[in-house]
């Protein structure tokens, strides 16, 4: 049989592991593999190159994605769409193994409805696809934004500072949930709780009384109830490009303001996104890269190889596109019981 893989949606530490997987595995098992360039853009404009084993041996241990990836939508127009499914043909393509979040599984998951087999493999950084209990990116991205608080631990304690740290995530809090209990912060403000500035300044004013300086970590995706720094700015697939808000800065500011104490701020953006899968995402991105050929082969069209616990399933990708994955009451208690 001849697989096609393509990685689509922002980028994150583990695609080429998981890309490796797929070829790997299905190679082994006596099939062949091509690999679409930049995500279903690949697709729709009919850019494939054969994917051998050679090629991917050596990228076990390289951030970003060999395919290249886009946010394209394939299904946004009649045409593209019509497109999209004449190249599948062209290029003999049995199965479809779309390596992506919410938008590019949904995309995959309209190329099922529409008859051509397809498996799904879950990653984004921001870890709130459905139905898994973590996804690859997510582990490499708050270890980069741990090893960024700690580094800003340093210049605070030396100024006798509040600082504040931004990070990504969109709606879902996992990114600084993450950040805060690993790197020790006084206060962490996720998406999932409103925001509290009389708490915020207390818990700073507290923190700097104790031990000199005050670390905060703030979820790009919060709402301070105003719109902050460029709101309103969208990618294709119209979500608003959340970091244009500059909710670190604003932050920072409303603690200066309310505080007196000095207050600085950091956005480290896309540098999350980048540099060598951490081993878990390594192991976790080759496994599912592996299942999904194996449910292909399995005839389970249609379905995610996801974690559970310690396995690796697959689910209808209906079950994986349900609701985002949020951070849960559980972990939000946890997560405060450590800021004290
Ligand atoms: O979904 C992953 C993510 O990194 C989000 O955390 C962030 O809001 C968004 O992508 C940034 O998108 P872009 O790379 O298009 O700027």
Not at 135 to 144: I, K
Not at 178 to 201: H, M, S
Request: include cysteine; aromatic fraction near 4%; hydrophobic fraction near 40%.
């Amino acid at each position: 049989m001849k697989f096609g893989v393509l990685t689509g949606g922002g980028d994150c530490p583990g695609l080429n592991p998981a890309i490796r997987g797929v070829v790997l595995r299905a190679t082994q098992r006596g099939h062949t593999v091509v690999g679409f360039r930049d995500g279903w853009k690949g697709v729709r404009d009919g850019l494939a190159r054969p994917l051998e084993p050679a090629d991917v041996i050596g990228i076990i241990d390289e951030g970003g994605t060999v395919l290249g990836s886009s946010r394209t939508n394939p299904f946004a127009k009649p045409e593209d769409e019509a497109k999209s499914l004449a190249q599948l043909r062209a290029h003999g393509i049995d199965w479809l193994v779309a390596i992506g979040g919410d938008d590019t599984l949904g995309a995959a998951r309209e190329l099922h409805r529409r008859g051509h087999a397809v498996v799904g493999v879950p990653k984004t950084m921001d870890n709130d696809v459905g139905g898994t209990d973590w996804t690859f990116g997510f582990d490499s991205a708050s270890t980069v934004a741990v090893d960024a608080l700690e580094r800003l631990r340093d210049t605070a304690r030396s100024h006798h500072r509040a600082i504040v740290l931004e990070v990504m995530g969109r709606h879902a809090g996992w990114v600084a949930l993450a950040t805060g209990i690993g790197g020790g912060a006084d206060v962490t403000l996720l998406p999932e709780e409103p925001y509290d500035e009389g708490r915020l300044l207390a818990r700073v004013r507290e923190a700097v009384q104790a031990r000199g300086y005050a670390l905060v970590v703030a979820s790009e995706g919060i709402d301070l109830g105003v719109a902050a720094g460029r709101a309103g700015a969208r990618d294709e697939f119209g979500h608003e490009l959340l970091r244009e808000r500059g909710i670190g800065a604003e932050v920072a500011r409303r603690i200066e303001r309310g505080t007196g104490i000095e207050t600085r701020s950091a956005q480290i953006g896309h540098i999350q996104r980048g540099g060598p899968p951490t081993l878990f995402d390594r192991l976790l991105a080759s496994r599912l890269g592996a299942a999904a050929v194996d449910l292909a082969l399995a005839g389970r069209r249609g379905e995610v190889a996801v974690l559970r616990g310690e396995r690796i399933e697959g689910i209808p990708l209906d079950a994986a596109l349900g609701a985002p994955k949020r951070v849960d009451a559980a972990w939000r208690d946890l997560l405060h019981a450590l800021e004290r």
